[in-house]
């Protein structure tokens, strides 16, 4: 077996293509200019950046992961090589839950990944055969053709929505593999991709007891919190002022972990007070780490080497790597946990009754909005019409089970894993991030429980009053009652209604950009506004970021086919901060586009 971070693999169409020696001796001096070694050379190629440690049987299994997961590596674990695939993924998903597996041999290649596809996998038809590789730029410096046709409808849905939809990137000749896919490849023949392994919806059950339905989702969560911190010294925890931290804060002190809690964010932020709150309540460490005001600046050129324009900028989570938690230190992380347990649902339907797909599809729209800015579209030159959009939003619903399990995989599938996933290739580059609730037991058992114990959050609500009384003692950061309020809460909530009727006692005017420096130091009242503060940054730095974007300017013109002559700032003038910042994230990858293709980076 052999651990990589990144990979590139060449599947030739004619199975005697790589016995001819310039055809290899190509790909092997590129990929020694671009960091790769050649683990495999027949019946296929695959350059990594590992060497190979075993190939039992003439068979090896190449373990495709980030860098914090293989840096956190440890001797304990052992290499399920010789298990079938429903084995090496209860192996991968208790140790490493964002992954690629491939499997080599004289009979072909085999690749699957997490369920939700967090580890990227790109194809790209090339005329000898195909190209599978996590990183676009790579697929790009190998083959800069493929740079030279854009795809309108996937730059437009990224100007609408900040990522495409569905298998689309910037590249009409690169796609990216579905959830659940698994990859198949036999010499001389084509790559079949199929989506298996995607999260399906399974019958709710309607008779769900609360006892019971919260037993079922604590008992889950707590299992796979404790396959993913056996033998860990120190867990970390990404604490907010939520109910997903603090559900796995208390799994934590169940099971008698060491736990130290991180949270982003400043001082007064009432996501921080809380959080601090809880860690003192657990009687346990709490580092803070302040927003940078440079986070933007800092963190774009990470954004485009990581993140590769698969959605906007990122920048408030790349200053987390400023934490203290070691490289390859254990990070647990509650993603997808709050729309799992109904967030979003609530959020997007208003508590309305959903009767049918199309409903379903109704509200996806609506959550995104298919509102293309006209000047933005004469300046990318795209004219595209919205309802090839909407068609690929069609296509991405899933058509199974009830239309608001419909609905909840949705927003797995697209706006978790093309928006917040990225997160956690960026946090991945240093951290062991662990995601308990991304696991099948997690899907099956949160997917079974009927609307009514979704609706408002009423499962987790239950899970943390029934097993975690104090912890549900404490409000959620956007709420002003707790779920079981003692005396001194019913106090602080009465303070809070008198404080309210202040005007702007709680909230400040963040549209005025002048106010952020103020802003980032006075507590603010909700976790969105709290992301704002980060978007306002992005606009206190305009006028560099508009240098920046004039800089790249004949890049992007190059690579998305703009009809502008020239850079024109006049259609950014009525943006704001996240559609700026879309913008600004297409520019910086089409620089980055450049500069690979020109050998620079």
């Known amino acids: 077996m052999t651990i990589t971070t990144r990979m590139l693999a060449f599947l030739p ?17 590129w990929g020694a200019r671009n960091g790769l070694k050649p683990l495999v050379l027949r019946p296929c190629l695959v350059l990594a ?45 208790a140790r490493f839950d964002v992954y690629n597996v491939l499997r080599v041999g004289p009979d072909g290649l085999r690749l699957e990944s997490d369920r939700v596809g967090l580890k990227p996998i790109h194809v790209a038809e090339v005329p000898a055969g195909t190209l599978v590789a996590n990183y676009v730029l790579d697929l790009l410096s190998l083959m800069p053709d493929l740079a030279a046709e854009p795809d309108p409808v996937a730059v437009q849905e990224f100007l609408s929505f900040g990522y495409p939809i569905g298998p ?67 867990v970390h925890l990404a604490l907010t002022g939520g109910f997903d931290s603090r559900f796995m804060l208390g799994i934590c002190q169940d099971l008698g972990l060491q736990v130290r809690a991180v949270t982003y964010g ?50 408030g989570v790349a200053h987390l790597l400023r934490s203290a938690v070691p490289p390859g230190g254990l990070m647990l992380n509650g993603f997808i946990g709050g729309l799992l347990c109904g967030s979003n649902l609530t959020r997007w339907t208003k508590g309305a009754h959903l009767g049918s797909y199309e409903q379903a599809l109704e509200i996806a729209v609506g959550v995104h909005g298919l509102r293309p800015d006209a000047a933005l579209d004469a300046w990318f030159g795209q004219g595209v019409d919205t309802s090839a959009i909407r068609d690929d939003m069609a296509r991405a619903l899933v058509t199974e089970g009830e239309p608001y399990q419909a609905l909840m995989l949705w927003d797995i599938e697209m706006r978790q894993r093309r928006h917040l996933g990225p997160h956690f290739r960026l946090l991945g580059t240093h951290w062991d991030v662990s995601i308990p609730f991304a696991d099948d037991r997690s899907f099956d058992a ?49 303070a809070r209604g008198l404080l309210a ?10 549209r005025n950009s002048r106010k952020v420096s103020v802003a980032t130091r006075l507590r603010i009242a909700s976790v969105r506004e709290i992301w704002q503060v980060s978007m306002h940054q992005l606009m206190r730095d305009r006028r560099l970021l508009l240098r920046r974007m004039e800089a790249a300017f004949p890049a992007a013109r190059r690579l998305y086919g703009m009809a502008a002559p020239a850079f024109d700032p006049a259609p950014l003038q009525g943006l704001g901060p996240r559609e700026f910042s879309r913008v600004l994230a297409l520019f910086e990858y089409a620089a980055a586009v450049d500069a690979r293709l020109a050998g620079k980076a």
């Open 13 to 29: 169409r004619d199975a005697g293509a790589l016995d001819r020696p310039e055809v290899a001796a190509g790909f092997i001096a």
């Open 49 to 93: 950046d590992a060497e190979p440690l075993a190939a039992a049987g003439g068979e090896l299994t190449i373990w495709n992961v980030d860098a914090g997961k293989r840096a956190g590596l440890r001797a304990t674990w052992q290499d399920p090589a010789t298990f079938g695939w429903s084995a090496i993924h209860d192996h991968a998903t």
């Open 168 to 234: 689309r990137t910037l590249h009409a000749g690169v796609k990216r593999t579905p959830c659940g896919a698994v990859l198949r490849w036999q010499p001389g023949g084509r790559l079949d991709v199929t989506t298996e392994r995607r999260v399906r919806a399974i019958r709710a059950d309607p008779g769900h007891a609360v006892m019971h339905a919260a037993r079922m989702i604590r008992d889950t969560i707590r299992d796979e919190v404790a396959r993913r911190c056996q033998g860990v010294g120190v």
């Open 266 to 315: 400043n001082r007064l932020h009432r996501e921080v007070a809380v959080a601090r709150r809880l860690a003192r309540m657990a009687g346990i460490q709490h580092e803070v780490i302040p927003y940078s005001t440079t986070g933007v600046r800092d963190s774009l050129d990470i954004n485009s080497r990581e993140v590769e324009a698969a959605s906007d900028l990122v920048f």
């Open 446 to 494: 949160h997917l079974s429980l009927p609307r009514a114990l979704l609706d408002n959050r009423a499962i987790v609500r239950h899970v943390l009053r029934l097993f975690y009384p104090r912890l549900a003692a404490l409000p959620h950061a956007e709420e002003t009652a707790s779920i079981l309020p003692g005396p001194v809460e019913h106090l602080r909530a009465a």
């Open 501 to 510: 009727r202040v005007p702007g006692f709680w909230r400040l005017d963040l």
